[in-house]
């Protein structure tokens, strides 16, 4: 029960994007088609449950037990750059064809704030490793969602006739805004 | 300087002296900054447990217990005055609101009435659910003064309650509603740790010298000033051993405590249990037997020549601490049993402790 | 390179959110009000200034190679003296600002600033690089708080000018989508003319 509730209210609820602001660079930059969207969604999922993991090993076996705490930002950032190194050069050699998919997505995480952002939220709500692995995906998950939703978005927008002030970045935000909307309406369920 | 190469040496010292130089310097500055830190996180609770209870004379942060409830774990800060807890703020929190968590600090009476609220944290949304915050509105106003156990329903009026909640902003206050009850049902049933009282042929059992009757099928009343006690006489053959006695205190802190206590057939006392009180829960009610020593400190007193009293009042027994009243109270249910065990002249030929050889 | 130009373009020319679209989450995140806007941007003010000017000074000790990992160790080393500082003197602004201060380390803002500029320039360009860049974003930050707080509350900086409820959804989320996208054509109006 209570990982179906993380999982609600990280898809729907608190979507990471839609509602708590993470993550905007590649909602904007990889969302102008809808194969990209979801390449980009199965790179982020990969990445950021690994990185929950790792940085979550490393805040109670080092941080804590030191009380080092203060240097979290530093290092998660420092952990999460190499791991997503190590992840695409370990692709490259085990499996290519999952590398081709994700590949050229890999080099945008260490700079994807979604990633560090649900590794601190991770501990920071103080969540066991299981439910963290399930916050992990969960938040994954409904970034892949609201990712590919834009795209289909604009995709649609390609053939509509935009205001000539609007066109492009204004647009493309007002969509964003209006998807916002509409992920409002699931508030209050879990 | 030319730039240099990248050379293996020259890549992780580089490195290396960066990585030395950003910790320490790091270290440094949380060492700084650390007591500011400590301080602000300090201030905002102590203003926060000021102003939810009544005035106090304690540090109610060094005297803070936590309690493990569905979900999470509350922390309670004691507020003592003059020996006497007058109320309790309790660090609750709810996971329902807009956006998640919100802490707050609710300020209860012994008696379970709200004296105060504070929120603590929360991520509500500004202009809208961050209305719960006492400075911005006066939802909490409509909480203050009101006590659950009183047909107070702690819920919006959506939901069937007394509360109002906030234009735009039910899922907001009804969470803070949820967070107000957690803190008052831990604090009023304890939730975490309940103990059975015993029953009143437990109670005789336990208290009693060995015996060989039933104590409870021989039992009877007497009158004394004005208050029906129930004796339960113990014996092996003929011979009596002892009897118990149950005897209720004049107040307690909320209300009256009854005792069963027995006596030897020197007046000693062999054993005391609690049949009922409503004292404050994890103050008053520390006088079970289960959850402290205190009864330990009667077994082997004779009131006829030890001081049945608390300290403050010039007896032998030590308070349980922040419970004066209620300690008071127990003292005085067992002074009465003893009375009522030594005034042979109130029931005409059943005396004690005649029976006695 | 004309130091005056190098100070203002981060105002409008190259605003880091208004035109290059980058830092969008503090961007959106913070700015329910026009103080907690300024209060972003000051905070990634001082970090882009300070991480601009150390990465200038040891651009020649740092192998090519090893470069970024070195800056991400700089700027996220300025971001958690920023948290602390913030956590002791300024509580009330941290609680409100939360994640995203430990999160200006993945603002690619700063980073980009590092890489693109101060480890290609001297150090005085670098510092008014890093000065005007910052202000840019500050003003970008208050500039949208304050439009929502206006629309959203009916006040600016907390001063309430019309006794009502705002129009709330510009306190929402959805609201600093649409009021961000709003600005975005109003400035690329401006920018033309």
Not at chain 1, 78 to 97: A, D, G
Not at chain 2, 42 to 53: D, E, F, L
Not at chain 2, 297 to 320: A, L, S, T, Y
Not at chain 2, 340 to 349: A, I, P, R, S, T
């Amino acid at each position: 029960m209570e990982y179906i509730i993380i999982v609600l209210s990280a898809i729907l609820v608190n979507n990471i994007v839609l509602a708590q602001f993470l993550g905007l660079c590649p909602f904007f930059g990889v969302s102008s088609k809808i194969s990209t969207a979801s390449g980009m969604g199965g790179a982020v999922m990969f990445v950021m449950t690994i990185a929950a993991i790792v940085t979550y090993l490393i805040s109670h076996y080092i941080l804590i037990p030191l009380d080092l705490i203060y240097l979290r930002t530093i290092t998660y950032i420092l952990v999460i750059s190499s791991l997503v190194q190590m992840v695409e050069i370990m692709l490259k050699k085990v499996s290519p064809p999952l590398y081709q998919a994700l590949g050229i997505f890999l080099p945008l995480m260490t700079t994807n704030c979604a990633i560090l952002g649900v590794a601190i939220l991770v501990i920071q709500q103080e969540y066991t490793l299981m439910s963290g692995v399930v916050f992990a995906i969960a938040h994954a998950l409904g970034f892949t969602l609201a990712l590919v939703l834009l795209a289909g978005m604009r995709e649609q927008l390609e053939l509509l006739n935009v205001p000539q002030a609007m066109k492009g970045n204004p647009i493309i935000l007002v969509a964003a805004g209006l998807l916002a909307m509409a992920f409002m309406g699931f508030a209050g369920m879990v | 300087m030319a730039k240099r190469e990248s050379t293996f040496f020259n890549m992780v010292f580089a490195l290396l002296v960066i990585t030395l130089i950003a910790s320490a310097s790091l270290g440094f500055i949380y060492e700084l900054t650390k007591e500011p830190i400590e301080a602000a996180r300090t201030a905002r609770k102590n203003s926060a447990i000021n102003s939810v209870v009544p005035d106090f004379d304690n540090n109610p942060v060094e005297e803070q217990y936590t309690m493990e409830v569905a979900g999470g774990e509350l922390v309670f800060y004691p507020a003592i005055r003059d020996g006497e807890l007058v109320g309790t703020a309790i660090e609750t929190f709810t996971n329902r609101g807009f956006s998640g968590e919100i802490i707050l600090m609710v300020g209860l009476l012994p008696d379970g009435t709200i004296h105060g609220i504070e929120v603590l944290e929360h991520r509500e949304t500004p202009g809208l659910g961050d209305k719960i915050e006492t400075g911005k509105s006066g939802f909490h106003l409509q909480f203050e003064g009101n006590n659950p156990a009183e047909d107070f329903q702690v819920r919006i009026r959506q939901d069937g309650g007394d509360v109002d909640a906030i234009t735009a902003t039910t899922i907001s206050s009804r969470a803070y509603c949820d967070a107000v009850m957690r803190a008052w049902n831990a604090y009023m049933h304890d939730d975490a740790v309940t103990y059975e009282l015993p029953s009143r042929e437990e109670a005789v059992e336990r208290v009693l010298p060995p015996f060989g009757n039933n104590p409870l099928r021989e039992d009877y009343r007497i009158q004394y000033l004005g208050r029906a006690y129930n004796i339960f006489p113990g014996r092996r053959g003929r011979t009596y051993t002892g009897v118990a006695v149950e005897s209720t205190s004049d107040s307690g802190y909320i209300a009256p405590v009854r005792l069963m206590v027995g006596f030897d057939y020197t007046g000693t006392i062999s054993g005391i249990e609690v049949l009922e009180h409503s004292e404050s829960p994890n103050y008053g009610d520390l006088i079970e037997n289960a959850r402290s020593n205190f009864y330990k400190q009667f077994i082997g007193k004779n009131p006829g020549e030890d001081q049945i009293r608390i300290k403050e009042d010039g007896g032998i027994i030590d308070g349980v601490s922040g419970a004066t009243t209620s300690s008071r109270a127990y003292c005085h249910a067992v002074r009465a049993a003893w009375e009522v065990f030594m005034k042979k002249d109130l029931n005409q030929g059943k005396l004690y402790p005649e029976y006695f050889p | 390179m004309d130091q005056a130009k190098n100070f203002t373009k981060g105002f409008i020319r190259e605003n880091p959110v208004f035109i290059l679209m980058l830092g969008l989450c503090p961007a959106l995140g913070t700015t329910t009000s026009a103080f907690n806007g300024m209060g972003m941007g000051l905070a990634t003010l001082f970090v882009v200034l300070m991480s601009n000017i150390v990465v200038s000074l040891i651009k020649d000790f740092v192998p090519n190679k090893v470069r970024i990992p070195a800056y991400i160790v700089i700027i996220a080393s300025f971001v958690t003296i920023v948290d602390l500082v913030m956590a002791g003197y300024m509580p009330a602004l941290h609680d409100q600002l939360g994640l995203f201060i430990p999160l200006i380390v993945v603002n690619c803002f700063v980073l980009g600033r590092a890489e693109a500029f101060a480890s290609r320039n001297t150090l005085v360009s670098s510092i008014i690089d890093g000065t005007g860049m910052g202000l840019g974003f500050t003003l970008a930050l208050t500039l949208l708080g304050a439009s929502r707080e206006i629309l959203g509350s009916y006040a600016l900086f907390g001063h309430q000018f019309i006794q009502e409820d705002g129009m709330l959804v510009f306190i929402l989320a959805p609201g600093a989508f649409i009021a961000l996208g709003y600005l975005i054509a109003i400035i690329d109006k401006l920018n033309k003319k």
